[in-house]
């Protein structure tokens, strides 16, 4: 049975995100919430949750020591397939603008800034169902048209430098990045865990994911 290294660095939607990949796994993969160097050197997948401010939650993964440095012998060193979940995606940008400026994991290389709207109707936060629109063929969003609508809720958004990193938009104010792919490294905006059938499609895909 493959293992799913759930990150445990602090995430506020970590049980939330744990419930959901173990009906998506329906008994197919063992999901393990840890913070161990050595189970996620060796884990399968790696599921990076996330919720908050940029600032607080790189520096909360960067304090487990050694979790960086094996996400990365995991994900970059052996190919193991990565999936970041709401900050958890805006993580692998090159750095966040909030608070002042971040550094990320640079994974995928852009930054992450704040909401712009001139429409006072169109509210920050972004929260609640809204339509994906450009959805790429990125095998993790088979099934998820435009128009399908998924949950979010957040203030920032990632903006890749490299446009092909960018699977589906979504548009609150403006048009930004609901999902990026790069390689074996993934990551939506949204929240799967409380996207209900489409959210759980994902994350079954993501657990058959070979890319």
């Not at 909360?60 to 012998?73: F, H, N, P, S």
């Not at 930004?176 to 929240?191: D, E």
Request: proline share 5%.
């Amino acid at each position: 049975m493959q293992s799913v290294a759930l990150i445990n660095y602090g995430s506020g939607n970590l049980r939330s995100a744990e419930k959901a990949l173990v009906r998506a796994a329906d008994g197919t993969s063992e999901i393990v919430v840890t913070d161990d160097p050595d189970v996620i050197a060796v884990a399968d997948r790696i599921v990076l949750p996330g919720v908050g401010a940029f600032s607080a939650c790189m520096s909360a993964l960067e304090a487990r020591a050694g979790v960086i440095e094996a996400m990365t012998e995991a994900v970059h060193g052996r190919g193991a397939p990565f999936l970041g979940i709401c900050v958890g995606m805006q993580l692998l940008a090159s750095r966040g603008l909030e608070f002042g400026e971040t550094p990320g994991l640079d994974w995928i290389a852009g930054n992450v800034r704040e909401l712009a709207s001139d429409d006072p109707a169109v509210k920050i936060p972004h929260m609640g169902w809204n339509g994906l629109t450009g959805v790429t063929d990125q095998p993790l969003l088979a099934g998820l048209n435009d128009g399908q609508t998924v949950y979010f809720t957040h203030s920032f958004a990632f903006f890749p430098k490299d446009e092909a990193d960018v699977a589906a938009y979504v548009e609150h104010g403006e048009r930004f990045p609901a999902a990026v792919a790069r390689g074996n490294v993934a990551g939506v905006q949204f929240h799967p865990e409380k996207s209900q059938a489409s959210g759980l499609s994902l994350l079954a895909r993501f657990l058959e994911w070979r890319p």
